[in-house]
């Protein structure tokens, strides 16, 4: 793997005609890989996920928003999720981490074994209800599922473009994706014009993987003789922000009937970053009281 950053890239083109999102995610796939020992199937989805969600993290504006991508499908593949906030902060999990397929070529192509399913996006900015848009799966390879909910859920013409390369050790060689937005001002002949760059454009994680850089990526395919500019960088990293007192508190909502089961203490485990937290049979007494004591008081 060649130097990495995570890195996502917010950008205009055409002064503001389209927006424009590019993220060089490789790190923090092979961090979720490493995290979950992932099989390669689904890496290649985390991978396309993680791309995917990492780019809709650029149009979070509240302090403290966040945006995750859940796929529920029928097939052995199941799907995953991953969420991403403001900071560019990322953590997910695959719901059929370590599936292998006989035919070598099988373990390459997600959306066969997802089949059927859905693709929900929800939002959650500061203390608003979340959002939740969601839509059937058009083919379960993500980028073309993910421009089918701009256009269904958000009225948004949007071209994704997502990719990511594996060894056969299953080492992350290269993964990111580019996501651009037609605004209503937009001149339909530079529409035209981007659609048409994008069908020539190489697997872009074979381009990453030959050595090129986002921007390079941008200006000599998909963005070729179009004016355009980066606005803001952001760094990505794959970061869980789970905590003792998290658990602690999920525990409490349970309930006291629920935490009578545990006497014996438990070992929850974190789903996405697999840190295990221990509470202890005294722990348990210690959140059963503090149950009553608060359902006291109401
Ligand atoms: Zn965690």
Do not use: C
């Given at each position: 793997m060649k130097d990495h950053k995570g890195r996502l890239l917010r950008g205009s083109i055409a002064g503001d005609q389209f927006r424009l999102f590019a993220a060089d995610t490789t790190s923090?796939?092979?961090?979720?890989?490493?995290?979950?020992?992932?099989?390669?199937?689904?890496?290649?989805?985390?991978?396309?996920?993680?791309?995917?969600?990492?780019?809709m993290s650029g149009e979070l504006k509240a302090p403290r928003a966040q945006v995750s991508i859940r796929v529920d499908a029928e097939g052995p593949l199941k799907g995953g999720i991953v969420i991403a906030n403001k900071?560019?902060?990322?953590?997910?999990?695959?719901?059929?981490?370590?599936?292998w397929l006989?035919?070598?070529?099988?373990?390459?192509?997600?959306?066969?074994?997802?089949?059927?399913?859905t693709l929900s996006v929800i939002r959650q900015s500061g203390m608003k209800a979340p959002y939740t848009g969601r839509v059937e799966l058009v083919d379960g390879e993500i980028g073309s599922d993910l421009a089918a909910f701009y256009e269904r859920s958000e009225q948004t013409a949007s071209a994704v473009n997502l990719g990511v390369l594996i060894d056969q050790d299953a080492r992350v060689?290269?993964?990111?994706?580019?996501?651009?937005?037609?605004?209503?001002?937009?001149?339909?002949?530079?529409?035209?014009i981007i659609t048409d760059n994008l069908a020539l454009t190489p697997n872009i994680s074979d381009l990453m993987d030959m050595g090129l850089s986002l921007e390079e990526i941008l200006n000599r395919f998909i963005?070729?003789?179009?004016?355009?500019?980066?606005?803001?960088?952001?760094?990505?990293s794959y970061l869980c922000d789970c905590s003792r007192e998290r658990f602690a508190r999920g525990l409490l909502l349970l309930g006291k009937a629920e935490l009578e089961t545990m006497r014996e203490g438990i070992d929850p485990v974190c789903h996405y970053c697999n840190n295990t937290y221990h509470f202890s049979e005294e722990d348990i007494q210690d959140l059963i009281t503090s149950w009553e004591d608060h359902n006291e008081k109401i």
């Open positions: 923090i796939v092979q961090e979720a890989r490493d995290i979950h020992d992932i099989y390669p199937l689904s890496t290649i989805l985390m991978g396309r996920m993680i791309s995917a969600v990492a780019l900071e560019g902060n990322l953590k997910g999990y695959a719901f059929q981490p370590q599936l006989p035919d070598i070529q099988d373990n390459l192509l997600v959306g066969k074994h997802l089949g059927k399913g060689r290269a993964a990111g994706g580019f996501l651009i937005q037609q605004l209503p001002q937009a001149d339909p002949e530079l529409a035209r963005l070729k003789n179009l004016e355009w500019k980066i606005n803001k960088e952001t760094s990505l």
